[in-house]
């Protein structure tokens, strides 16, 4: 299920949207929250596909809540949807942030459909495209699409990320300035598990595991990738 955050400390406003997003679909599953501090922090610790934020909470205002979502990577693109009982209030949130669309309340079921079906298509859009990372080498920066990342391997002070895409086919490139456990990190909320001191693998690319042998073989890579004894654990329950 697609999770909406809902950051609403008014308790009449809340039970009204839930019941309107219950309606356009069953497949979202909608989290509320009366402040900001706790939303911020459900937010860093899950996937969340769209944000519906009152610009006036009891902590802190939306707004700056919104700021703070957005310097989370996973969120710069993530649509936002503001409340706001001023209207004046939209202007600065546009400018200051970039959110997706504004309500002005009180606002009808038909208005609050029509920008959330919207804002969730293009919130379903983005993650149909990949989420990506960036990676900074001296004046470069690489970026990749997490979904492509087939497994990284560290020599050293050094990783080699191989990846396999269906238009430029298998690749890899060296970076340095990174640890697996720093990879790890970033990558965090992808499908990545380490199975060795030295390796990184895309479990979605995983084709089968030999528990026997501690080997795991990964779709279209001949080379096996093998598994370290304190990493067992991890990797049995993968397909």
Known sequence: MSIILLVEDNRIAVKKI???ISRISAKFNVVSF???GGALRYAKENEISLFVLDIQ??????????????ELPEYKYTPIIFETALAGEELSAYRDVKCYSFLIKPFSEKEFTEVFTEAIGLSERINRQGKTIQIEQKQFI???TTADIVYIEAFGKRLVIHTNNH?????????????LAGMLALLEGASFVQCHK???VNATHIDRIDKTGRKIFL???PDAIPVGNKYQSVLWGKP
């Open 57 to 70: 909470l009891e902590d802190y205002k939306g707004t700056h809540l919104a700021k703070q979502i957005r």
């Open 34 to 36: 009366p402040e900001a």
């Open 219 to 221: 779709k279209g890579f």
């Open 198 to 200: 030295s390796y990184l």
């Open 18 to 20: 839930v019941e309107y």
């Open 167 to 179: 238009m430029s086919g298998m690749k890899e490139d060296t970076i340095s300035g990174y640890t």
């Open 142 to 144: 690489l970026e990749y």
